[in-house]
């Protein structure tokens, strides 16, 4: 089955500065990578998300770039904010698939802004 | 459009004694998902309901734990005995079936003692 890995555990940036998370996956056939942002007490949101005809996406501040030969992905975000401080969770799956659409998740970063 | 509703938000029980947690997913939302998060990781996929039918339990301990999704809408999960590592964050979330991505709800915390 699928595994993802994410790295690193926590990150710490200046209000301001670029964050960058990265995250490798193991299933070839996987087509979808959703990240969700998860912040205290509440449920994972997602943010933004790429599928594998793409290699990059960006919606304003977040950026997510996929390399399918390496099966890398990673996420950017410019400018950073306190409001950006949370939990951002990687993930992986073969969407489509009636029997495999099950997102699997990374072990989490918690990026924490600092002013 | 309100999204996923779970309840209670926070549950705390003594070991080997039952609990249940309900979702109400988003109107529509045929797809409904149970997932596990325990402190510091990622969720975990328990259960995946397609309308009423349980299409993947594969990760669900079923010793202990049971879910059902009457009428293909609400599903509730279901822990009899609990045990001290059943302490987590559980997760629902629904999708559509031709839309990328699901919605969480904001997840009951479970703490046995």
């Known amino acids: 089955g699928e595994n993802v890995e994410q790295h690193p555990s926590t990150l710490s940036v200046q209000e301001g500065d670029s964050a960058v998370i990265k995250c490798t996956y193991s299933?070839?056939?996987?087509?979808?990578f959703p990240w969700y942002k998860q912040e205290l007490g509440k449920g994972p949101q997602l943010i933004i998300d790429?599928?594998?005809?793409?290699g990059e996406k960006k919606d304003q501040r977040i950026a997510v770039t996929l390399n399918k030969t390496a099966k890398h992905f990673s996420l950017h975000i410019t400018e950073t904010q306190p409001e950006d401080s949370a939990v951002y969770f990687c993930?992986?799956?073969?969407?489509?698939?009636?029997?495999?659409?099950?997102?699997?998740f990374g072990s989490g970063t918690r990026l924490s802004i600092r002013p | 459009e309100a999204g996923v509703v779970q309840s209670p938000r926070y549950k705390i029980i003594e070991k080997k004694q039952p609990v249940a947690f309900w979702c109400n997913p988003i109107?529509?939302?045929?797809?409904l998902y149970w997932y596990r998060q325990n402190l510091g990781q990622g969720p975990e996929l328990l259960i995946r309901?397609?309308?009423?039918?349980?299409?993947?339990d594969s990760q669900l301990p079923k010793d202990r734990f049971s879910a059902e999704r009457l009428k293909g809408v609400d599903s509730t999960l279901k822990i009899q005995p609990a045990e001290l590592g059943d302490s987590a964050v559980y997760l629902c979330?629904?999708?559509?079936?031709?839309?990328?991505?699901?919605?969480f709800g904001s997840g009951t915390r479970l703490t046995v003692v």
């Open positions: 979330a629904s999708s559509l079936p031709d839309r990328y991505g699901y919605t």
């Open positions: 299933d070839s056939a996987s087509n979808y």
């Open positions: 790429i599928r594998s005809n793409v």
């Open positions: 993930a992986a799956c073969r969407w489509g698939y009636s029997s495999a659409s099950k997102i699997i």
């Open positions: 109107s529509g939302h045929n797809t």
């Open positions: 309901y397609e309308n009423e039918e349980a299409v993947d």
